[in-house]
Each structure stands twice: as C-alpha cells, then as structure tokens.
C-alpha cells in the first residue's frame, strides 16, 4: 500500500511541484479514481492523450471519453488547463475585446468597391480564432443567412462572433437593412449560446458600431 506521504497532494505540499512527475501532477489535479477505476491508470490514460491530441486541440469531450472520467472532473481537469492556456502560455492571437481593435483587423474590406461581410470568431477570452469573408454583395438579411455565419462559428468551437461589413459609398450610415441583420443574427447566437459582441460597419478609414 502507498505511504499517504507518497500520494501525489501530500508529496506536492510536502516537496513541492517540481517533486512530482507529470504523471503524478496529473493524479493530484483528478484527486481519485471512481469504483472500480484506479486514479493512477486514469492519469496515464488522460496524460496520453494530451500527448497524442495536443493541449491546443483538447477538447472537454476528449477528458469525458477517458474511462474513469465523469463530468465533474473532466470540468475541474479542463478548467485547470484552460486556465493554464490563458494565462500562461504565449498568445499569438490579438486580443478583440474593443471595437478599435476589431476594426484593426478589417482593413482588407475598408476600401473594396463590393460589400463584403465578415466574421470574426473569437473564444472564450476573446481572442481570435478565424477571420473569414463569409458573402461579397449588397447586404441584406436574404443573402446573409445565420447558418451562413454560424456554421463556420460552430467548427471554431466559437465563444462569441463579432460580425463587419465595408460600407463602399464611403458613408458610415446605419440602414434599415444593417438593423435587420444585426437583429437576426443576434436572436440567432442567443439560441445557439454563441454570443454577439459586435456588428462593425467600415469606411475606409472610419467605422462604426451597428449592435
């Protein structure tokens, strides 16, 4: 039988992290192991694969599938490693929690001679996951459908979008039709939990805020 002194927790506040393998890490932060299920076996398992999957791409489903796993814990294990990738590691991806600096990231669309609408999807801390031209035309609530716009979000595993079109007559106008499009894809993200956090209308230099 293991000394209670070796169980992972008592050697962390013994000897401190660094005294611990990965593995061990992995058994403090799951705590023990359901009937049947041995906690040490759970950790090699859930240790695989993050290695094989990468702590980018793991998703919440990914630690639920490991046996011995149940919500809760897939929870606390995935909310300690978002919290990690947040916090911790280098970002790359800017940070879109304004719209100045949403707007910085449409000067592809700022001068076209077409309209052409954009989606900017973001994750959990508001960081951009894609930036994609989703229609090029007049903008109306007929041509920008919300599966248009919500089917690249849903594979983006998206926390929220932010929405932008390029006004070419240069005028920085809200219309009728902008509204309607807002409005539609705003009660859209509402059932789908993807929330709305902008719609950004541009003209050349200038942009506004449609939401």
């Known amino acids: 039988m ?3 002194q070796d169980l992972p927790r008592e050697k962390l506040n013994k000897k401190g992290a660094a005294a611990l ?3 061990e890490l992995l058994q403090a932060v799951i705590g023990s192991g359901g009937k049947g299920n041995d906690f040490k076996q759970i950790a090699k398992n859930l240790n695989d694969v993050i290695r094989k999957t990468g702590a980018d791409n793991l998703t919440i489903d990914d630690v639920k599938a490991i046996k011995g796993i149940g919500d809760a814990k897939a929870t606390t294990v995935f909310a300690a490693l978002e919290f990690w990738r947040r916090k911790f590691t280098k970002q790359t991806a800017p940070l879109v929690d304004s ?3 949403a707007a910085e ?3 592809g669309i700022k001068n076209k001679k077409q309209e052409h609408f954009v989606l900017l999807t973001l994750d959990g801390a508001r960081r951009l996951i894609n930036n ?3 229609t090029i035309g007049t903008l109306n609530a007929s041509l920008v459908h919300p599966r248009e716009v919500f ?3 849903i594979e983006d595993r998206a926390a929220s979008i932010i929405i932008a079109h390029n006004h070419p007559s240069g005028m920085l106008d ?3 039709q902008d509204r309607e499009v807002t409005g539609i894809i705003k009660r859209a993200g509402e059932l789908l939990g993807i929330r709305l956090d902008d719609h950004i209308i541009v003209a050349g230099d200038k942009f506004v805020s449609a939401l």
């Open 174 to 176: 809200i219309s009728k």
């Open 21 to 23: 393998s990965d593995i």
């Open 2 to 4: 293991q000394n209670k």
């Open 99 to 101: 719209p100045e600096k």
């Open 151 to 153: 089917s690249p979000a």
């Open 105 to 107: 990231l449409l000067s």
């Open 132 to 134: 994609r031209v989703i």
